[in-house]
């Protein structure tokens, strides 16, 4: 069994900041892990937008506090994201992530796993696993 806590990753090697300071990933369960997915507590800074198209992974995304949308950069669509929220990228879908007037709060799951040290590259993607 395995059993983390936030208080232990914060200021840790597991403790990812975006290099355009949108957010800040804490990388609780990762491919070392041996699970298959990883878990990521995410929070993505009030009045940001991120381009994001997972190219090599799927994703899971709950809002836990905050508020924001995601709008689908194949159809346009734009849906409103607030607590309780959660939407799944199971087509590795193209997408831009804005928050709105406060931090959003966010739990992540990835398939495959992340190693833990990812961050976005220039298309929005996080390299395949290994
Ligand atoms: C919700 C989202 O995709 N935010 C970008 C950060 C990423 N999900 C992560 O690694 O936690």
């Known amino acids: ?58 994703e899971a995304v709950y809002c836990v506090s905050g508020n924001g949308s995601i709008e689908d950069m194949d159809t346009g669509i734009i849906h409103d994201i607030e607590p309780g929220a959660l939407y799944a990228l199971n087509d590795h879908d193209r997408h831009v992530l804005r928050s709105g007037t406060e931090d959003m709060h966010m739990v992540c799951i990835f398939y495959p796993a992340l190693k833990g040290d990812e961050v976005h590259d220039e298309d929005g993607s996080y390299p395949a696993s290994e």
Do not use: C, Q
């Open 1 to 58: 069994m395995i059993v983390r806590n936030l208080n232990r990753i914060i200021n840790t090697d597991k403790d990812v900041r975006d290099p355009n300071g949108n957010w800040i990933s804490r990388r609780l369960i990762t491919k070392k892990d041996g699970m298959g997915f990883s878990v990521n507590d995410t929070i993505i800074k009030a009045g940001t937008e991120t381009k994001i198209w997972y190219k090599n992974h799927l």
